[in-house]
């Protein structure tokens, strides 16, 4: 084996110019590590940022949906008591006027007797329609009694007017739940029926009312031709409408609205309000 010494003095290395090299290479490690540390905290930052621009946005739909429920509700309170008020009593004035008219005809008087009972009919059945026309707008049996007698008073009317045998059961313990909820869950049954009379072809629909200790769920099925949940996106101009009031409807309250349905298998709306909704609802009215 042979070696090779260098003579003296003929190589030497340069300690300064390597530690200056290998403290740049540090530098430029820590500064890309750093770089990297930060570009991960804005990516994160920003997506924290989107999530709660994301929550804010839809607490603030929440918040204007159901603050439009509210303005609803009080609007047809108000037509309902202005149609009492105006129409309802000057139409009983009318009555009263007809009939002191009627009473002081002689009896030979038959076909002017004959003009006024007609009149006194039409009087008769305009109230009743007016009537009818308060209860749509602001059923007494809602706030008096609460959300299930007001389903059967109107799954009644609605079999009478339609012809579609409409049922009500009730299931779980009875409750009364915030005005706001109530108010809403019935608006959502009455839209839910309207879609049955228009578009279901049904002969028979039935509404279902199911309580627990921390839930509510209003469910409305038909029997009739039923449709594809997925083909529904957008209203149109005469499809559509109704469940996109009753989706709103359901967000006002915090609850959730589903649709279980397939054509030629009928159609199911459910409608699930869940404890914190009840809570929500309860705060917002």
Not at 40 to 51: I, K
Not at 80 to 99: C, E, M, P, R, Y
Not at 179 to 204: G, P
Not at 216 to 230: H, M, R, S
Request: aromatic fraction near 4%.
């Amino acid at each position: 084996m042979y070696g090779l010494q260098a003579p003296a003095g003929t190589f030497t290395i340069e300690e300064p110019f390597f530690v200056n090299r290998l403290l740049n290479a540090l530098s430029l490690m820590l500064l890309a590590g750093l770089l990297h540390i930060w570009m991960r905290s804005t990516a994160a930052n920003e997506a924290q940022a989107q999530v709660i621009k994301d929550q804010n946005e839809k607490l603030q739909a929440a918040h204007v949906s159901r603050r439009m429920v509210e303005v609803q509700e009080a609007e047809r309170r108000d037509v309902a008591n202005h149609l009492h008020d105006l129409v309802g009593q000057k139409l009983t004035a009318l009555s009263i006027n007809l009939t002191i008219v009627k009473d002081q005809l002689s009896p030979s008087q038959t076909a002017q007797i004959a003009r006024l009972e007609d009149s006194l009919r039409v009087v008769e059945e305009t109230t009743e329609s007016i009537r009818d026309v308060m209860a749509e707008l602001r059923p007494a049996v809602l706030d008096d009694f609460g959300l299930a007698p007001v389903l059967r008073w109107y799954a009644d009317q609605f079999t009478k007017r339609s012809g579609v045998a409409t049922s009500v059961v009730e299931e779980g313990p009875v409750r009364r739940l915030p005005a706001m909820a109530e108010h809403a869950l019935f608006r959502m049954a009455q839209n839910a029926l309207a879609n049955v009379a228009k578009h279901a072809h049904a002969d028979k629909a039935l509404v279902t009312l199911r309580t627990t200790a921390r839930s509510t769920c209003l469910i409305v099925a038909d029997n009739g031709d039923g449709f594809d949940p997925a083909a529904v996106h957008q209203p149109t101009r005469d499809h559509g409408w109704g469940l996109m009031i009753m989706r709103e409807r359901a967000a006002a309250i915090g609850a959730r609205l589903s649709i279980e349905s397939a054509p030629g298998h009928g159609a199911k709306i459910i409608v699930t309000m869940d404890g914190d909704a009840h809570d929500q609802s309860s705060a917002g009215g």
